[in-house]
């Protein structure tokens, strides 16, 4: 059964909508994986993470694209990289699906 959790816990996480800036290759990962470069405007900044989502995307096919992520999570170490957020997608198996906006919306604006 899934843990249920308070509407404070769920006010903790900070999720943001970011645009894809830069895409990288990440063959140092233990699972296929891109490094992407993702901003979130003025009062964030530009922030980096890697993203298992190479089964669905191709790398020129994700910069300009929108993604949400969740930007207040502590920095994680992926092999030789440093993960400063976490890009939300629909997973099944090995398959990740990236959520994004239906409509293109500022950068840094806040998911409630």
Known sequence: ?????????????DMRVGTVI?????PEARNPSY?????FG????????????TEKYKKEEIIGN?????V??????????MSECLIL???EKSSVVLIQPQMKVPNG????
């Open 42 to 53: 003025s009062e964030i900044g530009v922030r980096k993470t890697s993203a298992q989502i």
């Open 72 to 81: 207040n999570f502590p920095k994680k170490q992926i092999a030789n990289f």
């Open 66 to 70: 929108q993604v949400i992520a969740v």
């Open 89 to 91: 997608g629909a997973v």
């Open 22 to 26: 830069a895409v990288y290759d990440f």
């Open 35 to 39: 490094k992407l470069e993702i901003d």
């Open 1 to 13: 059964m899934e843990e249920t959790i308070t509407w404070g816990d769920f006010s903790k996480i």
């Open 109 to 112: 604006l806040k998911i409630s």
